[in-house]
């Protein structure tokens, strides 16, 4: 479960770096960012989802695309463009029976902050080590 204060500090980058795009602060084209095999933000979003029984299926499946896009920009992309993953999130769930009548916004947001900051102590952690 997401603290309180993760919670505050997710919303007060969020609101910096949604000022900064707003005055032409930040790049339309994201940098990407290089972590041998970490992972990131994408993979785990992917094992939180797999846990539940929500996997990636069929050709027409972008979840795997969308997630290397994710590990890829690195845990602060995703926190800046955490409407566009959660439009991801949304387009994919409606498109499954039962996911996408269930399919909750601000659920999906809760698990998308975990895995960024999973994501984060990993990237911190392999730092370290």
Not at 28 to 48: C, D, F, N, W
Not at 86 to 93: F, K, M, Q, S
Request: aromatic share 6%; net charge positive; hydrophobic share 40%.
């Amino acid at each position: 479960m997401i603290s309180d204060e993760l919670w505050r500090k997710h919303h007060a980058r969020h609101a910096a770096a949604h000022v900064a795009k707003l005055a032409g602060g930040v790049d339309a084209q994201p940098v990407p960012v290089t972590h041998s095999s970490i992972g990131g933000a994408g993979t785990e979003l992917r094992k939180m989802l797999g846990s539940i029984g929500i996997h990636p299926r069929g050709e027409k499946c972008k979840c795997n695309e969308h997630a290397r896009e994710m590990d890829r920009y690195g845990p602060d992309w995703c926190e800046a463009n955490i409407e566009t993953i959660l439009d991801w999130l949304e387009g994919e769930a409606k498109s499954r029976p039962l996911v996408g009548f269930l399919f909750s916004r601000y659920l999906a947001r809760k698990v998308v902050i975990e895995a960024i900051a999973r994501a984060r102590a990993a990237l911190t952690s392999a730092a370290v080590g």
